[in-house]
């Protein structure tokens, strides 16, 4: 069987139970956002997430400056610091370069990959760099801090809880739609941008944790759908989506609109939107959106609840329903190149 | 300029200048081993690596299977823990892959990874799995720990030390070579062996910094030659090397003769060897040496001598002298696939 029949969940099954349990300092394994490790410090934890794009796959050189790629590569990967609430240390760089590519070309991937990492407190601490006949790759391990026992597992999400997510969804793969098809326009423009440059909520994330009110969270980067299932299948509960309620971007409704795309689809399913998902007790809700508001600058939507069961459903406003579970994106079976 | 033409080393050094001095938690950078990080917790560090390999670059798959594919790479990497003194505690595998790969082959990559890991008490903790059109590509991120100060770095040499290197050299590169042109004999076989299964002296590395005496190591990948100028650059120190002291591998000896080749030249820039290269206190030499022989059965000799200066100074038996500061391996300019 390929891979790219199998598909990517069934590869990640399998690996899982080919790594087994972990044990020793590894406290969390294959599964959450980022790795979980017991330092001797029994007051921290480490956190470690590597996270890789591929020219062709991820991104286009066209699209692209060398400082862009190098900076959308470490900003995919802060993201799941965020989404585990955590506090970003340091990253390593893997870059697969052809020896044809130009120095100045290699070196200016390096300098905004760096430069990323020191805008959000995590310098750029080692890496590797191997010469390759394939595409452009960058591979970015991320090591971030939790307090011990408080990081925003996926497997946290209880029934009875709210399913609430930040900002607007859908810009990013509006953005990319706009890149593909020529289209320039302010919304277009603006849409690009979101899709060039993602940005890692690590303030939202860590106040989440802060909280109190919110244990399970994971960052939107396979799309709303997929991640919804990831979050569901880690914690053993169905998650429902109220479609009227999805906080669609502005930019995204206004390029669909001019392309003929469904926004809704771009929301549910297009994926690297880079917001976090997160489930909250019920009361807690107006709290933490007027505190998202004030201290962070984000607005936060209730876009669903926890319940008992398994899976994703989605209730439409006609009084429909779809269990959408093959949407979003998979690495075998994709390609957004 | 064009990377092959620049040389890996430039590359390097441009990173290093893009990354400026770290910062934050990060108290090694670019140019050790691993990184190293300082969690909230004093008494220990977190040691942090990557290391990537490339099929047709560094492995074939008609040479290995998936299991060694997986395997090899992950203990190469542990190799860079061992270097510094460390204790592993988790990996992560970022796998490239076709999307046309096998998924029974993928899972064995995926899982000779995970059991090289568990045997050295790093289980798989995470990654990522990307589909490329590319080469296989494997790397893997290691993380570990090490008491607070004691980390052995490339850094600590200092002139009037001795310097050693554990087990025998160039037995990897007569493997390879072995492979290559299809040499088979009970040499050939060790030799293959050793090529395929690289040994992280772990054990060896934390006897080394528990010891007290030694304060500066590297491990053996690029190469002899190379790796002794990656201890001398960081160091700020002269490197002497007695050609007549190294301790040549018998395989390396029976391979190249059997094909015609220098076993020297395999000792001093076959690469991938994954011994260690460190330096000590003239007077603990004897005493090292014993205790490496009684606690970790390992030989190790005393090949040459650290003293002021800058580069690598190989002593020749009949009183000559090299300085062979670009033999070894780079990454751009080198073809081993």
């Known amino acids: 069987v390929r891979l790219r029949e199998a598909g990517e969940g069934e590869f990640l099954r399998r690996v899982r139970e080919a790594a087994g349990r972990p044990g020793g300092s590894v406290l969390v394994g294959i599964g959450d956002d980022t790795a979980v490790l017991q330092g001797q410090g029994r007051e921290e934890r480490l956190l470690l997430k590597c996270d890789a794009t591929v020219e062709g796959q991820h991104f286009r050189r066209e699209w692209l400056t060398e400082a862009e790629i190098g900076a959308r590569a470490v900003r995919r990967a802060l993201s799941d610091i965020a989404a585990m609430g955590g506090r970003p240390a340091a990253i390593l760089l893997t870059l697969l370069v052809s020896p044809d590519e130009d120095l100045e070309a290699a070196t200016a991937i390096a300098a905004g990959a760096a430069a990323a990492g020191t805008e959000f407190g995590a310098p750029l601490a080692g890496g590797e760099t191997v010469g390759t006949e394939g595409p452009l790759a960058l591979d970015v391990v991320v090591a971030g801090f939790a307090p011990a026992g408080r990081e925003l597992r996926r497997s946290g999400a209880r029934p009875g809880e709210a399913l609430l997510v930040s900002g607007a969804l859908g810009a990013s793969a509006a953005g990319l739609a706009c890149l593909r098809c020529g289209l320039s326009a302010p919304a277009a423009h603006r849409a690009i941008a979101r899709s060039?440059?993602?940005?890692?909520?690590?303030?939202?994330?860590?106040?989440?944790?802060?909280?109190?009110?919110?244990?399970?969270?994971?960052?939107?980067?396979?799309?709303?759908?997929?991640?919804?299932?990831?979050?569901?299948?880690?914690?053993?509960?169905?998650?429902?989506?109220?479609?009227?309620?999805?906080?669609?971007?502005?930019?995204?409704?206004?390029?669909?609109?001019?392309l003929g795309a469904s926004p809704l689809h771009w929301a549910l399913a297009g994926g690297e939107d880079y917001e976090l998902l997160f489930t909250a007790d019920a009361e807690s809700v107006p709290a933490l959106i007027a505190q998202a508001d004030r201290e962070v600058g984000l607005s936060l939507t209730r876009i669903g609840a926890v319940t008992q069961g398994r899976g994703v459903f989605v209730a439409r406003p006609d009084g429909g329903a779809r269990t959408p579970t093959a949407e979003g994106w998979d690495q075998f079976t994709h390609d957004q190149g």
């Open 196 to 258: 060039k440059r993602p940005e890692p909520r690590l303030a939202l994330g860590r106040m989440l944790r802060e909280s109190g009110a919110v244990r399970a969270a994971i960052d939107l980067s396979d799309g709303l759908l997929r991640d919804a299932g990831h979050l569901a299948d880690e914690s053993g509960v169905r998650i429902e989506i109220d479609e009227a309620r999805l906080p669609l971007s502005p930019d995204c409704r206004e390029v669909a609109e001019a």
